[in-house]
């Protein structure tokens, strides 16, 4: 029996039981394993040299790590999830794995293609009477570039305004 998933390449197992007495209990297993691939290189691809110092810090599969694809859809995601937090949205992560020249190793790229910021092009204001939309308008900051902590920010900062 040959299974292909996880930190093994493969798992071969053979039972053996006794020839003389087939009912007889096992005798012996034997196993055969070989380790899935490492990770012998990450690179990154589409940034500048201070994003990606961060951007490694984001990711936590290091070289010398078993490579595995669920593992690598994570890293894929967390990297996806750094640039939102930024307000770029629609970034695209791609990741191409190669053989590399020693043996059981792979070079791991990250080709990352960010998305555009978003700006609030439009904000009204319904059921406001006590506060001016003025103030209201400089907490949003509309035409600026958009991101969801400095949304909920400016949305703490209302209600605190208000609660005041």
Not at 40 to 54: K, M, S
Not at 125 to 149: C, E, Q, T, V
Request: one cysteine or more.
């Amino acid at each position: 029996m040959k299974i292909g998933k996880g930190l093994f390449a493969f798992i071969f197992l053979c039972a053996s039981a006794a020839a003389a007495n087939p009912s007889a209990r096992l005798e012996a297993v034997k196993a055969r394993l070989a380790q899935g691939p490492i990770v012998g290189n990450i690179n990154i691809n589409g940034q500048y040299p201070y994003v990606e110092a961060r951007i490694r810090k984001r990711i936590n599969l290091r070289v010398g790590d078993i490579y595995t694809p669920e593992t690598l859809e994570e890293q894929k995601e967390r990297v996806r999830r750094f640039f939102e937090r930024r307000g770029f949205y629609n970034t695209v992560v791609n990741v191409t794995t190669e053989p590399t020249d020693r043996e059981n190793h792979v070079s791991l790229t990250f080709n990352i293609i960010k998305g555009n910021r978003l700006r609030y092009s439009q904000v009204t204001f319904d059921g406001n009477r006590s506060i001016p939309a003025g103030r209201l308008y400089g907490w949003l900051r509309p035409m600026k570039i958009h991101s969801d902590r400095g949304l909920k920010t400016a949305v703490r900062e209302i209600v605190q305004y208000y609660r005041d």
